[in-house]
């Protein structure tokens, strides 16, 4: 496999083979971004600047049959969080750069001009693309097949990535063509805006470059896991994450009017349930995978009433932040809303924060949704100076607005989960190294590290803190194998993915050093961020949620300040 790197301020591009001596070869996805950056990005640099990098990478196992591996990882110093940042999105295009033989792609410096990577066989270049400058993702993906064929992989931006908008996200088309799925979080797409790359455009292989060593006890692995998985997430399947929407609601947990309460007295009307309802009513899909591998197919498309497409995939998160958080109860409408942050590039979490924070601090009505939609059609999508108001994030709108509730960590917005009643995922979201993610440690009702281990009820603290750490750790391994984390979130995990691992690549490696990996890479996010000027010392969650409770269940953040400024001592 080889790293690409792509000086797009000297217009070069040259070939890094990853050999078994590499000290990269056992690092992949976000593994590797997070390697790099913190191997060659100055960490005090500007992230819109020119020492900054733009790192693309697939996972160890991207390429092969491994369920739901079909991940890649967007890396850079992030200008919401000024620490590290990687972001992963499904899609195409992660596993047709590992199927031409590469692992990652690195951009340096700063174009002159707006570009576009073209990816060709062992024709890899730089185009022009100031043609396509400012328009949205769906145009950009359209005209782009025109040129270069329906089967091709992209990675683009939108206006927003291109006016360097801090909540903008990169655009990754799924299965069916459309710019659906993101890597969202972090302001990624301004890094590759700053860089004036608008698009990666990945050209089908006439050969595949994966090797599988073993490939009897490859598929050995990978057949029965393949089985049990369609099968057990069979209910996830039809509803996908918005199922979780309901759930999130009766543990009183789901943000409502800028994370005042837990519960939305309309929730019924944006459920998953009324989401499958409306999708099936109107010959829209379901059960639809988010990459060529996935057997959990949690995926969606949604249809307006006359049965026109709208958007895919509608997601728990961008339901909870734009829906019940402003109190936007139109499924319709957050649709669109959906599909406008999808074309225009932005990231579903941070602007449904930052909305919030504007309507509490009333700038907008509570469930004002047409105002919405035109603060991202009109304001966001054209740069106005509205536009930029709310299209830089959680943090930016509450310092501009003097907001005393401002609902992020680090930088970057908090996600669907009231921290209050979550007790680990508020760790998580306090201790990450990336900001308030719960992908980073996703610590919903019933998810254990270990099987056999018992963490007490989610709303207590009791070993809240132990579990939110064992998850980060899995988590680590999870991204830089290329996995989706719905295949399983604990150790035993760890044990078949090494079993996966050693196969693939003739190796004999125990699950215990997988975990060292997995440790050492969160060693290094943690540096780079010290390096950055964001010591441990601001694992904190904003105090309001220390301060006002949550209804309807009377909860606070409760974890003492020194034991999350402590957390990360554990690593050694």
């Known amino acids: 496999m080889d790293i690409v790197r792509v000086n797009l301020k000297k217009a070069t591009i040259v070939n890094q083979k990853i050999s078994k001596d590499s000290i990269y070869y056992l690092y992949g996805a976000r593994g590797l971004t997070s390697h790099l950056v913190y191997d060659e990005v100055p960490p005090d640099c500007d992230p819109l600047g020119e020492d900054n990098k733009l790192i693309i990478s697939n996972g160890l196992l991207t390429g092969s049959s491994f369920p739901c591996s079909g991940r890649a990882s967007v890396g850079a110093k992030s200008p919401l969080t000024n620490g ?31 570009k576009l990577l073209v990816i060709e066989d062992d024709n890899i270049r730089l185009e022009e693309a100031q043609e396509y400058a400012r328009i949205g993702n769906y145009e950009l993906s359209e005209k782009l097949y025109e040129v270069y064929g329906k089967k091709i992989g992209i990675f683009s931006i939108g206006p927003a990535g291109e006016l360097t ?31 004036k790359l608008k698009a990666v455009v990945i050209i089908p292989t006439r050969k595949s470059k994966i090797s599988i060593v073993d490939r009897n006890k ?67 899909k379901n059960r639809l995978p988010c990459s060529p591998t996935c057997v959990i197919k949690c995926s969606n498309q949604v249809m307006d009433s006359n049965g026109n497409f709208v958007t895919a995939s509608m997601e728990y998160e ?28 932005v990231d579903t979490i941070e602007f449904g924060g930052t909305i919030g924070v504007a309507m509490d601090c009333n700038q907008l009505k509570w469930g004002d949704s047409t105002t919405v939609l035109k603060i991202l059609n009109e304001e966001i999508r054209n740069g106005t100076e509205v536009g ?60 254990k590290a270990h099987l056999d281990k018992e963490y007490g009820e989610y709303n207590e603290d009791n070993n809240k803190l132990e579990l939110s750490y064992e998850l980060q750790i899995c988590i680590a391994i999870l991204d830089s194998m290329g996995c989706c984390y719905f295949i399983g979130v604990n150790f035993e995990m760890i044990e078949l993915l090494t079993n ?43 105090k309001f949620f220390r301060e006002e409770s949550s209804e309807p269940l009377n909860l606070r953040v409760s974890i003492s300040k020194d034991e999350l400024n402590n957390f990360w001592n554990r690593l050694g």
Request: one cysteine or more; proline letters at 5%.
């Open 388 to 447: 930029f108001l709310y299209g830089n994030g959680v943090k930016h709108i509450g310092i501009t607005l003097h907001a005393k509730r401002v609902p992020h960590v680090k930088g970057q917005g908090l996600s669907a989960y009231d921290p209050r009643v979550f007790k680990a995922m508020g760790i998580t979201y306090a201790t990450s190294p990336m900001g308030a993610d719960h992908t980073s440690g996703p610590a919903i009702v019933g998810r």
């Open 218 to 284: 490859f598929k050995a692995i990978v057949k029965p896991f393949a089985k049990e998985l369609a099968e057990s997430k069979e209910w996830f399947s039809i509803y996908g994450t918005p199922n979780l929407t309901q759930g999130m609601n009766i543990y009183g947990g789901l943000p409502t009017e800028n994370f005042k309460r837990g519960s939305y007295e309309d929730v019924e009307k944006i459920s998953g349930e009324k989401l499958h309802e409306l999708i099936v009513s109107r010959n829209g």
């Open 165 to 195: 908008m801090k909540s903008a996200s990169v655009a990754a088309n799924d299965l069916e063509g459309y710019p659906s799925r993101h890597a969202a979080r972090g302001g990624l797409g301004a890094v590759m805006g700053s860089k």
């Open 84 to 114: 590290i940042k990687e972001a992963n999105v499904g899609g195409r295009p992660s596993m047709m750069l590992a199927l031409h033989g590469i692992r990652a792609l690195v951009f340096e410096g700063i174009s002159p001009r707006l």
């Open 500 to 542: 996966a691992l050693n196969a693939m690549y003739g190796l004999n490696l125990s699950a215990d050093e997988v975990v060292i990996i997995g440790k050492e890479i969160l060693k290094m996010e943690l540096k780079f961020n010290e390096k950055a000027g964001i010591p441990r010392d601001q694992n904190m969650l904003p």
């Open 318 to 345: 961008t339901i909870a932040l734009n829906g019940s958080n402003l109190l936007i109860n139109d499924l319709d409408a957050l649709a669109l809303i959906n599909r406008y942050c999808d074309d225009i590039g």
